[in-house]
């Protein structure tokens, strides 16, 4: 049974659920960036073309034979490789742009000295008065007594 625990214990760390998280949301993505390319992107882009539908570009190594019911096609689909390519530079630049994001972050924090610290909020900084106020008072109410 030890090792069901630790199997438990490597499932429930939270950098485990974080990237199963990101794998999930990632293949979502994929799906989305997909359909942009093929639906979106390429049929202009093949419009500009002359109509060629980049999805069905390929260079034919060996035709199919009409005499045989079997399929002999071989060829090489360049065009399917094209949109793929395509579909990566998005997916390439949404990274980036999201990476780019998180450093100016961490340049901003890294800017501010470690020992910096915000100023209070204004309760705060009026209840940290008025403590000061209390403790002055009753230091001089305490001051020496002569009998």
């Known amino acids: 049974m030890p090792i069901l625990g630790e199997f438990r214990e490597f499932i429930a760390r939270g950098n485990v659920i974080d990237l199963a998280v ?6 979502a993505f994929n799906d989305i960036v997909k359909t942009l ?11 500009l073309l002359s109509g ?3 999805s069905h570009l390929e260079w034919v190594l060996k035709a199919d034979n009409p005499a045989t019911k079997a399929n002999e096609l071989v ?3 360049y065009g399917m490789f094209l949109n793929t390519l395509i579909r990566f530079l998005i997916v390439a630049w949404v990274v980036f742009l999201m990476v780019k994001a998180v450093n100016v972050i961490r340049r901003r924090d890294a800017e501010r000295p470690a020992g910096e610290k915000s100023a209070p909020p204004p309760q705060e900084a009026l209840l940290t008065e008025i403590r000061d106020l209390l403790k002055a008072q009753a230091g001089r109410d305490e001051g020496p007594t002569r009998h």
Do not use: E, N, S
């Not at 390319?37 to 419009?47: F, R, S």
């Open 52 to 54: 060629i539908d980049f």
């Open 22 to 27: 990101g794998v999930i949301i990632g293949a």
């Open 37 to 47: 390319v093929d639906q979106i992107v390429m049929p202009p882009v093949g419009l």
């Open 75 to 77: 060829a090489i689909q």
